[in-house]
């Protein structure tokens, strides 16, 4: 048996989703409209933030949709650390869908959601597809993380539907197992660690008590 190589990089990545908005409350679909937190939400993040903070980040990447911006602000606040935005952490645009209530996307586009629901390839609204939006969100995050220090962590801040797809990527899951990963709370977290053979889930939908997942992921 080898000997284990204390020298071996294991470092974390750190998924949070955004905190609660008044279309999350409305189960109005998203997408990448740029919805501000409410109230409540940013109570949310400062509180999440304080929890995120004992982990000693090195390094926060956010989308710049104003829900995520705003998140990571909290954690900023109490870390020093600066922010860096990036536009391929959006969360999924879904084209006809945004703007429209769950109860709504069933009424128009009913056959579309149950193709989806199966795991079936779909551009949701005339969208992106989930493997599309992990081709331009994981790579990102790899690049972020290949910045670390040795044993460190980011945090990455983003939207449910973005972060799943880019879990399942990292996993090396195939696509049409990516809805075996359950959605993230508001201002929930998940996990990866870097194993031996690539990176693996250490905690998911962590940070809160029970709460139901509302967004876009659901």
């Known amino acids: 048996m080898s000997a284990s190589n204390p020298g071996k990089s294991s470092r974390k990545i750190v998924l949070w989703r955004h905190g609660q908005t008044s279309w999350n409350l409305e189960r109005r679909f998203q997408g990448s409209t740029d919805i501000e937190l409410t109230e409540a939400g940013v109570a949310q993040a400062r509180r999440s933030a304080r929890l995120l903070a004992s ?20 954690l900023a606040a109490v870390t020093g650390l600066p922010v860096e935005h990036d536009a391929a952490l959006r969360e999924t645009y879904a ?38 939006v992990a081709d331009r969100a994981a790579p990102v995050v790899l690049e972020h993380a290949g910045r670390l220090p040795q044993n460190g962590t980011l945090v990455v801040v983003s939207h449910g539907g973005t972060i799943r797809t ?16 359950g959605g993230l709370s508001n201002c929930c977290w998940s996990v990866l660690g870097e194993g031996a053979r690539g990176w693996r889930l250490m905690e998911h939908n962590a940070g809160t008590l029970p709460e139901p997942v509302l967004g876009d992921d659901d």
């Open 166 to 181: 880019t879990i399942g990527r990292l996993l090396g899951l195939e696509a049409y197992s990516w809805e075996a990963l």
């Open 55 to 74: 982990l000693k980040p090195d390094a926060i990447v956010a989308s710049d949709l104003r829900r995520a911006a705003d998140t990571a602000s909290e």
């Open 95 to 132: 084209g006809e869908w945004q703007g429209l209530t769950h109860d709504e996307i069933l009424a128009k586009y009913g056959e579309q959601y149950a193709a989806w629901k199966r795991g079936e390839p779909v551009r949701r609204g005339g969208g992106e597809l989930e493997t599309e």
